[in-house]
Nanobody, 123 residues
Framework: QVQLVESGGGLVQAGGSLRLSCAAS????????MGWFRQAPGKEREFVAG???????YYADSVKGRFTISRDNAKNTVYLQMNSLKPEDTAVYYC?????????????????WGQGTQVTVSS
């Protein structure tokens, strides 16, 4: 089992940047695929980006070229660098862990979730 804690959210103007971090407990972090999801008010939770245990990455089309996911297995941490932020990026961002191979995009494929961190982008 793994416990996840996100940090780094906040209020930023459109065009700005934020870096989210997700710290994981446990000694098996490197064996998990890690994903970032977001949920805006009234909308379903959606996949943003994921990184496999081998370092392969996958992004939603809406963030491709603007967001970068990375992981540091020595620190048990996954990051989401968000650049050129838009008001439509406003949401609660969640970190999640999966034991599945590759980078699943469906939330049910991730059994472990953090509590979320709010990102608000003003226009």
């Amino acid at each position: 089992q793994v416990q996840l804690v996100e940090s780094g959210g906040g209020l930023v103007q459109a065009g700005g940047s934020l870096r989210l971090s997700c710290a994981a407990s446990g000694r098996t972090f490197s064996t998990y695929t890690m994903g970032w999801f977001r949920q805006a008010p009234g909308k379903e939770r959606e996949f943003v980006a994921g990184i496999s245990r081998s370092g392969g990455t996958y992004y939603a089309d809406s963030v491709k070229g603007r967001f970068t996911i990375s992981r540091d297995n020595a620190k048990n941490t996954v990051y989401l660098q968000m650049n050129s932020l838009k008001p439509e990026d406003t949401a609660v961002y969640y970190c999640a862990a999966s034991s599945m191979v590759g980078v699943p995009t469906a939330p049910p494929r991730y059994p472990y979730w953090g509590q979320g961190t709010q990102v608000t982008v003003s226009s």
